[in-house]
């Protein structure tokens, strides 16, 4: 909606006050709360709250101030829009805190709330007061440079890029963000920098700024299966750094040149996948203040750095959400202890060790242990040249405390090797998204399974959602694919999940078929064609636009959502497509992963149909004609009929296969590739065969993302339930009466990891059916209310929508059914339970319903307790 100018403008008719629990809440720029660093034009939110009954908008005004300069007022602009609003602002100042104001008209009187933004660094010019700068040849390496200040600064910013990581000091403070930072990119695409608000730390005076470097994906020095080694980027870490001061006499600029120092660091070898060594000897106290003497020090080395366009951090740092102590220390062994903690986590340790000076503290990490009772750090599979998950500590005679700064585990035992027993702590290390669902049944083990599956996957974000923290760390594309929904439903994603796909873009390099890892460092390994895996390009984009509205992750990706679609249908002849990654992980296959032995046809044009069905539905979205997109899904699903469907048995059967594939009916229902009576007889058959398993899946990481549903749609939600709950192999409820603690890569006990989400599908059913919470128009603006008829007892579900939150709490009494439903402002929901069906506007809702519970199938598992 364009907005009126401020003449023009006409106020609607309003109560005098609005009322007194009523609240514009929730204000953000770009999906995040005072955002620092926006270098896009920025995108406005809010939400209204008011207790059972939200207040309905009107119109809205935003009046956006520098200083105290008004820069932009929009006027009233009548409607609910509330989600994305953009503005045609003037032209921005980088680096400049922007206060907005917003007045919400509503049927009950006007609501006011203030909030801000910080800009990025806007243009390319900015950045040219500083250079990039690095060490000599050493890991880790020490930087810095002292200043002076003659007046106190009215504002005062801190923007720091790597290639690699960097810990940045001011005057001896650690600026925040410090773990792991900046982002990890195809460096040869976009380099990502941070911002930080560092004026409480700038007085005049002296003053110094220092930084200590780490490789990361940019500089990994071993060697490695993914050649991260030989990334076309590859180079020693190095560092631009803007330090701007606003005050009297107009802004100035520290930045990074030849006139910084370096020195060698403690840290001899910092790797992701092999961990650190750290020599408490070398280490150089005081070396962040102001004054201190580094005339021994070189000149720092310009070097060349990272080729990509400096882009802002977008999605949110990475830090410490957690310090777990041991829960069982053993020493198994004359100076070896085992410390285990309570689960399985992504991190680091935090150590406090003592000893003589030159003596070594050895510290090795694993996910679980080997029969000698000592983590099993084997690279079974020769992934690694030399060390895998390993820390040297040398002492220097004092006591150490100590933890690394640049690489994190996936680890649940540690063993540490000392002449004296260390303390030793774990720092849960991941991206710090926030939890904005929740879920909980009278299951208790589905209610585990689902805190399981969100630990899991938290430990796999780290920038980008992760493949094993303990073995990979890679952005594998199907794996974060299978998982998007469900990070949506569960935790705040967007901005994590939409900088990802800009990865997924850039793997492309210039051509039109994306990688299967993303970022990517130029891997020789070819995966390709792998449509489940690429298919991540289109899905994700549109996924995000479902549960949060954004149009713009369509806009910005719609060429490479396209050009791979026209890339993948030149390369399927007759509309079949082929893959080499199929329904990876099914249970007969091997542990360490691979392909169900079934005609891989049927996926890779199951997955090619639903990118094609995803374009045209995105098509008016972006403004875009969708004929083409909707052509081409109907020519790949006639194709997909006559090459793999018996639609007189209700078969899919790929060549030369006999009896029944899960994965083939699943994907086939479920993608949209059979529909009406033909899809009833397809999930009969798969009934048959989940039955003749006696309650048993048999599904690879593809096609358990979509059982559940597909089982609850077509009429068997008491069969998905008995599966969801079985506690034999293989089934979720194994892995619990094995012990885990977090989810599993494979279904079999030998699984390579014990630290994957992408067989943790289960949570879209948690929530879209056992709770009965789906959106119906993206952005939840109406959601669907519509709990299946499940022999549970009660069910909860929460999903912070941009709007707000949307709820439902249902219990059973019998066949009766009591439910409490909280729709958001600005949102209706169609509530399905049973003989009701009604359409509920915003606020709290109390529903009685009948409900007959579906019965438990023959052979169906009873409610288990974990």
């Not at 030399?386 to 100590?402: A, T, V």
């Not at 997109?629 to 059967?653: C, E, K, T």
């Not at 119906?776 to 499940?790: D, E, K, N, T």
Request: proline share 8%.
């Amino acid at each position: 909606m364009t907005p009126t100018s401020p003449g023009r403008a006409e106020r609607p008719v309003l109560h005098a006050e609005a009322p007194v629990d009523a609240r514009a809440t929730r204000l953000r720029v770009e999906h995040r709360h005072e955002p620092i660093g926006v270098d896009v034009p920025p995108r406005f939110g809010w939400s209204l709250e008011a207790g059972d009954r939200p207040p309905w908008q009107r119109s809205w005004r935003i009046l956006l101030h520098s200083g105290g300069a008004l820069v932009h007022d929009s006027g009233a602009v009548p409607g609910d829009d509330c989600v994305d609003v953009e503005l045609p602002l003037p032209p921005l100042r980088s680096l400049t805190r922007y206060r907005w104001t917003l007045r919400v008209g509503t049927d009950r009187g006007e609501l006011t709330a203030v909030s801000s933004f910080v800009t990025g660094v806007l243009h390319p010019q900015d950045w040219e007061p500083s250079r990039w700068i690095g060490g000599h040849g050493r890991a880790a390496p020490f930087l810095r440079h002292e200043f002076t200040v003659d007046h106190p600064p009215s504002a005062a910013w801190l923007v720091v890029a790597a290639g690699g990581y960097a810990r940045t000091h001011l005057d001896g403070t650690l600026v925040e963000p410090s773990e792991l930072s900046p982002g990890f990119t195809d460096y040869d695409e976009r380099v990502q920098y941070t911002v930080s608000d560092v004026r409480d730390l700038v007085r005049p005076g002296r003053h110094a700024l220092g930084a200590e470097l780490g490789r990361g994906f940019y500089g990994m020095a071993a060697a490695n299966t993914w050649e991260w080694h030989t990334a076309p980027w590859h180079d020693e870490p190095c560092l631009r750094l803007l330090l701007v001061l606003d005050g009297p006499g107009g802004r100035r600029v520290v930045g990074t040149g030849e006139n910084w120092r370096t020195t060698a660091g403690p840290t001899g070898y910092d790797d992701l996948y092999g961990g650190e060594t750290y020599d408490a000897r070398a280490e150089r106290p005081g070396c962040w203040a102001p004054g201190h003497d580094d005339s021994g020090w070189l000149p720092a080395r310009v070097a060349a750095g990272p080729r990509g366009r400096l882009v802002h951090q977008r999605q949110q740092p990475i830090g410490v959400a957690e310090v777990l102590p041991p829960e069982r220390v053993r020493e198994v062994s004359p100076g070896t202890w085992v410390f285990s903690f309570p689960r399985v986590v992504a991190g680091r340790v935090r150590v406090r060790a003592r000893g003589a000076a030159g003596r070594c503290v050895v510290l090795e990490h694993a996910e679980r242990l080997g029969p000698d009772g000592v983590p099993d750090v084997r690279d079974e599979k020769g992934y690694y040249a030399g060390r895998f998950q390993r820390h040297e500590l040398l002492l220097d005679g004092d006591p150490l405390s100590w933890h690394p700064r640049f690489t994190y585990q996936g680890f649940q035992h540690v063993a540490a090797r000392a002449d004296e027993r260390p303390e030793v702590h774990a720092e849960v290390v991941r991206t710090l998204v926030a939890r904005t669902g929740d879920f909980a049944c009278s299951s208790p083990l589905l209610t585990r399974l689902h805190e399981l599956t969100v630990d899991t996957v938290l430990n796999n974000l780290h920038g980008i959602p992760t493949d094993t923290p303990q073995y990979e760390k890679n952005g594998w594309t199907g794996d974060g694919m299978l998982g998007a929904q469900l990070m949506l439903l569960n935790l705040d994603a967007h901005e994590l999940l939409a900088k990802w796909v800009t990865d997924i873009a850039d793997s492309r390099h210039g051509g039109a078929v994306p990688q299967v890892i993303a970022p990517h460092g130029g891997w020789s390994v070819d995966w390709s064609p792998a449509p489940p895996w690429h298919a991540a390009l289109v899905l994700v984009p549109w996924w995000i636009h479902e549960a949060t509205g954004d149009t713009r992750v369509l806009r910005e990706n719609w060429e490479a959502m396209t050009a791979y679609a026209r890339a993948e249908l030149a390369r399927s002849p007759g509309g079949i497509a082929s893959t080499t990654l199929g329904d990876w992980v099914a249970p007969g296959t091997d542990a360490g992963g691979g392909n169900p032995d079934e005609d891989l046809r049927v996926s890779a044009t199951a997955f090619l149909f639903a990118v094609l069905d995803t374009l045209a539905r995105a098509a008016p979205v972006v403004g875009r004609p969708a004929a083409e997109w909707r052509s081409a899904a109907a020519a790949v699903r006639r194709a997909f009929h006559r090459a793999f469907v018996d639609p007189v048995a209700g078969v899919v059967r790929g060549a030369g296969e006999d009896g029944h594939r899960q994965s083939h009916a699943v994907l086939a229902v479920a993608l949209g590739l059979v529909g009406g009576g033909l899809a009833d007889r397809v999930v009969a058959g798969l009934v048959a065969d989940v039955l003749r398993r006696r309650v048993h899946l048999d599904t690879g990481a593809l096609a358990t993302k979509w059982l559940l549903p597909v089982l609850t749609r077509h009429g068997h939600p008491a069969l998905a339930l008995a599966l969801a709950e079985q506690t034999t192999f293989p089934s979720w409820g194994f892995w619990l009466e094995q012990g885990a603690t977090s989810l599993w890569e494979h279904w079999k006990p030998e699984s390579r990891s014990r630290g994957h989400y992408f067989l943790g599908t289960l949570d879209d059913w948690l929530f879209h059916h056992v709770a009965g919470l789906r959106p119906l128009s993206p952005g939840w603006r109406r959601a669907l209310v519509r709990p299946a008829p499940l022999a549970l007892t009660w069910a909860r579900g929460r999903v912070l929508t941009p709007r707000g939150p949307v709820s439902v709490s249902w219990e059973r009494d019998g066949d009766d059914v009591r439910a409490e439903v909280e729709v958001p402002a600005g949102a209706t929901a169609l509530l399905v339970l049973g003989d009701v069906r009604e359409d509920l506007p915003a606020g709290r809702h109390r529903v009685r319903a009948r409900v007959p519970a579906a019965a438990v199938p023959a052979g169906g598992a009873p409610h288990q307790a974990v």
